[in-house]
C-alpha cells in the first residue's frame, strides 16, 4: 500500500526574483513550522528537498531531504528547479501514491485532501484574476506562451503554490513542465537573441494545466482559500496565505 505525503522545496544560495534577493542562512524546520503542524494534525509526512545543510533537529513526521540540481544545462532560476527535482524524487519514490506540492513557507493545510482526490485529475490552486496579471504580462515568455496568454488572457491564474493529485497525475504534469524547460534551455543556446522563459513558472504552469489537463482540472475553493486572503477557519484543503 501506497502513501500520502506533502512535499515542499527550498533553495538557498539562489536569486529569488520575488524578493530581488539571494536567500542563505536559512532554518528550514521554523520556515516550514506552520505547513509542518498543519499536515502532522492529519498524520502526514512533511519530505522538504533542500540543497543545504540542516542542523537543527527534525519532528517525527518531517523528512529533510537534500537534493542536487539537475546538472544537464546550467540555471539559478529556483522556480523551475523546484520542479525539476520534484519530478526526480516523486521518480525515485514509488512507494509515494498521492501527494501534496506546496509553498514552503505560506502554506497551511486546512482540512484532509487525500480522500476526495480522484486518479486522473489534477488540483491546483488559483487567485482572483485573469492571465492578464502583471508576473505573467512583465515576465519573458517564448513565442508558443506569448501566443497562448494573448489568446486566453480571460482565464482565471492557477497558482502551483498547491498542487495536488496522484503519482500518475503529478508526474505527467511536471515531466510535461520539466520538458519544455529543459527545451527552453537548449533554445536558448542556439537562438540567443528570441524570447525565452523568464523568472518565473507561472505562463508555463498555466499553459500547461489549460493546455494539457483540460477536462480533467480542478481548482477553486475545494483545493485552496482566497489567495491573500488569511482566512482562518475554510472548508478548502489548503490556505495560500
Known amino acids: 500500500m501506497g502513501k500520502n505525503v506533502v512535499i515542499a522545496q527550498f533553495f538557498t544560495k539562489m536569486y529569488n526574483a520575488q524578493s530581488n534577493e539571494i536567500l542563505d542562512n536559512i532554518d528550514i524546520i521554523k520556515k516550514t513550522q506552520k505547513l509542518y503542524a498543519s499536515a502532522s494534525r492529519f498524520g502526514l509526512e512533511l519530505h522538504t528537498l533542500i540543497n543545504f545543510e540542516n542542523e537543527n533537529a527534525v519532528p517525527p513526521l518531517q523528512k529533510i531531504i537534500n537534493v542536487e540540481p539537475f546538472s544537464h544545462y546550467p540555471s539559478d532560476k529556483f522556480y523551475f528547479l523546484r520542479w525539476e527535482v520534484t519530478f526526480e524524487y516523486l521518480l525515485k519514490h514509488p512507494e509515494i501514491e498521492k501527494a501534496a506540492l506546496v509553498d514552503a513557507g505560506d502554506v497551511q493545510m486546512m482540512n484532509y485532501p487525500f480522500a476526495d482526490v480522484q486518479e486522473d485529475t489534477l488540483y491546483i490552486g488559483d487567485e482572483g484574476v485573469d492571465l492578464q496579471t502583471e508576473i505573467i504580462k512583465n515576465d519573458s515568455k517564448p513565442r508558443y506562451l506569448a501566443q497562448f496568454i494573448q489568446q486566453n488572457c480571460h482565464l482565471q491564474l492557477l497558482n502551483a503554490g498547491v498542487l495536488v493529485g496522484t503519482r500518475q497525475v503529478l508526474l505527467e ?69
Open 173 to 241: 504534469f511536471l515531466g510535461i513542465l520539466t520538458e519544455l524547460y529543459v527545451q527552453d534551455a537548449y533554445e536558448q543556446t542556439v537562438h540567443p537573441d528570441e524570447a525565452h522563459l523568464g523568472n518565473y513558472e507561472m505562463s508555463l504552469v498555466n499553459y500547461v494545466a489549460y493546455q494539457c489537463f483540460t477536462d480533467r482540472l480542478r481548482h477553486g475553493r475545494q483545493v485552496v482559500t482566497r489567495f491573500q486572503y488569511f482566512e482562518r477557519a475554510s472548508s478548502a484543503w489548503f490556505k495560500h496565505k
